[in-house]
Every structure is written in structure tokens, then in C-alpha cells.
């Protein structure tokens, strides 16, 4: 307001001087022109300085910029990003709005879980879990790929969810800093719809199993050794094996090696761990085949692809009362 009146009286002090100047008689400051020109010059630099001010304050405090509009269950930005979903067919946005109300629970956040967990975030399942009790090594980086240098010595679930955030800030991820055992599985379980399971000792793979068939959730399992590695959906409450089905007892020492061991090649857990967060997003989907009741086993070193059907014990002491 302030401004628009200094324009005006500007606009006015030319006016009187142009009137001035064609009929003396009028003016009122004398017969000169040079008050005019004076009160001009005065009148004209302070709406210059004014201005001036007006754009320091607003390059020193810029205006706030407006919410994202939210369209339903999702943000203008959610959309876009998810755009190459919502186009197809057997996805939709239908199908995408059933990510983002899923929570998964990804075991361990190691090889498996580490491709697993960022293709989990990428396409925007809403709430993801991952339990792990291990710290980043520099040795994990060979092929543990959420991790990065600057993450060495801090725990995996924190470095894991630092990265997964900073890939996709509209999903919410919990990390659970300990070891999974008997005395919280149970009720760590029960908070998500399915698991998946990568972790490298057979002790925590036989208890997930245990839980997921009392509670009747999907298990997404992989495995690695060397140039090998293989998946499958252990689901008995849709007519499919359990794990102890297939692997009844716990090897015995030196048959099953861990990764440190024998070693592993690199992009393996990549292709396996990716697998893995495919056969759960199709779960969630409710599309397409699944791996349920047969293994996919992936040779690395001579590119070959096998799968094999997995038949349900009836004499399994974990799943042979499921329905």
C-alpha cells in the first residue's frame, strides 16, 4: 500500500511540473521548476529504495512452497514415481495402493537382503521391516550393495534404512537391531503379512518357518554358495510345502559352508535378492505365478536356470495339520 501511494504522488509531482511548465500561473511552488524537480527526484528515490528492499526480502526469505496435492491414497510425486506400475495391466493403481498397504518383513540385511530391501523401497511398499544384528565390514561391500563405505561399523538395519529412506522418503521403514530369536518372533511376525528370509544360518530359517506356518504367512526364502543360488515360496496354507519339508534336519558341519568360507560370487545375491522382492510383490499383488511349491536354482558360473517341484511331507512335524 505504501508503495502504491508513492507511485501516486510521483505520478502527480510529473503531472504538476508538465502543468507547470504550460501554464506558470498554476504552480503552486513558485515559477520555477526546480522545487519540482527537487520533490521529484526525492519522491522517485524513495520508491526506488522501497523496491529495492521488497526484492532483498524476498531473495533473503522466499515464500514457502505449496503442499503436494495429494490425489487418493497418493501424492502427485507418489504417482509420478510409481507411474510405470499404475500403467500396467495386472498392476494398476489398484494394484500399487496394495504395496503401499503391505509390511513386509525382511530377515537379515545382509547379501539377500540388501538388493531385496532396496527394490522393496523402490516401488513403494509401505512398511518394511529388517532384523539383523550385524555390523557393515568392509567385506560386505563386495556384494552387499545398500551398504557404502561411509557405513562401515554401524549397524546394517541403520545403514539399510538410511539408504532405502533416501531412495524413497513416502515409505516407512522399522529396524530392528538384534538377533531374531524365540523370545520375539512370535510377535514380530504377527505385525507383518509375509517374510522374507535371507538370513545365513539354518537355526533362524527353521524358527521363521515354525511362525510363519502357525500364523499362515508366506515365506520368501533364498540361498547362496559360491556360483549357486536358489528360491522359493515355503506356503503350506496354499497347499504348498513348508521349509522343513524340504530341508528337514540342519546339515551336518562343513556341508553347507557360510559365505566366508567358500565365498561367494557378486552379483548373485543381487539376482536371487531381487528374485526374492519379486515373489513377494506378486504376493501382494495377487498376480502372476509364484514359486510356491518348487525351487528356482540359478547356476551363475555356467548361466543355467533350473526349477524343480517341492511335494509337501504328510509326515512334516511343522505343517502336516495345515490346511
Known amino acids: 500500500m505504501l508503495i ?8 502527480l509531482c510529473v503531472w504538476m511540473m508538465v502543468a507547470g511548465s504550460i501554464a506558470p500561473d498554476l504552480v503552486i511552488l513558485g515559477q520555477s521548476l526546480a522545487a519540482w524537480s527537487v520533490l521529484i527526484t526525492v519522491v522517485g528515490g524513495v520508491y526506488l529504495y522501497r523496491q529495492l528492499l521488497t526484492f532483498l526480502r524476498a531473495r533473503a526469505h522466499p515464500p514457502e512452497s505449496q503442499p503436494t ?53 523402490a516401488a513403494g511398499v509401505g512398511t518394511i521391516g529388517v532384523i539383523d544384528d550385524d555390523t557393515v565390514e568392509n567385506a560386505n561391500l563386495q556384494r552387499q550393495v545398500i551398504h557404502t563405505e561411509e557405513g562401515i561399523g554401524t549397524h546394517k538395519v541403520f545403514s539399510a534404512k538410511a539408504q532405502m529412506l533416501a ?10 537391531n538384534r538377533r531374531l530369536d524365540e523370545e520375539i518372533a512370535e510377535e514380530l511376525i504377527a505385525d507383518y503379512d509375509l517374510i522374507l ?64 568360507e567358500a565365498g561367494v560370487f557378486a552379483p548373485l545375491p543381487g539376482v536371487i535378492g531381487t528374485m526374492m522382492a519379486g515373489e513377494a510383490m506378486k504376493l501382494i499383488l495377487k498376480t502372476g505365478a509364484t514359486l510356491t511349491g518348487s525351487m528356482l536354482i540359478y547356476d551363475a558360473h555356467f548361466g543355467v536356470i533350473r526349477q524343480i517341484r517341492l511335494n509337501k511331507r504328510t509326515d512334516c512335524p511343522i505343517c502336516s495339520e495345515q490346511t
Open 69 to 121: 496435492k495429494s490425489t487418493g491414497p497418493f501424492s502427485s510425486i507418489e504417482l509420478e514415481r510409481y507411474a510405470r506400475h499404475v500403467v500396467m495391466r495386472e498392476i494398476g493403481g489398484t494394484g500399487q495402493k496394495r504395496l503401499k498397504d503391505a509390511k513386509v518383513l525382511v530377515v537379515g540385511a545382509g547379501g539377500l537382503g540388501a538388493p531385496a530391501l532396496q527394490y522393496l523401497a
Open 167 to 176: 531412495q524413497n522418503p513416502h515409505i516407512e521403514v522399522k529396524p530392528y
Open 4 to 11: 502504491n501511494a508513492v507511485v501516486i504522488i510521483l505520478i
Open 197 to 260: 528370509e535371507g538370513s545365513d544360518n539354518f537355526e533362524t530359517r527353521y524358527l521363521v518357518n515354525k511362525i510363519a506356518v502357525v500364523q499362515q504367512k508366506p515365506m520368501v526364502s533364498g540361498a547362496l554358495s559360491q556360483w549357486e543360488g536358489q528360491i522359493s515360496v515355503f506356503d503350506p496354507a496354499r497347499k504348498g510345502p513348508c521349509y522343513q519339508c524340504i530341508f528337514p534336519e540342519k546339515p551336518a558341519d562343513g556341508l553347507a559352508p557360510s559365505c566366508a
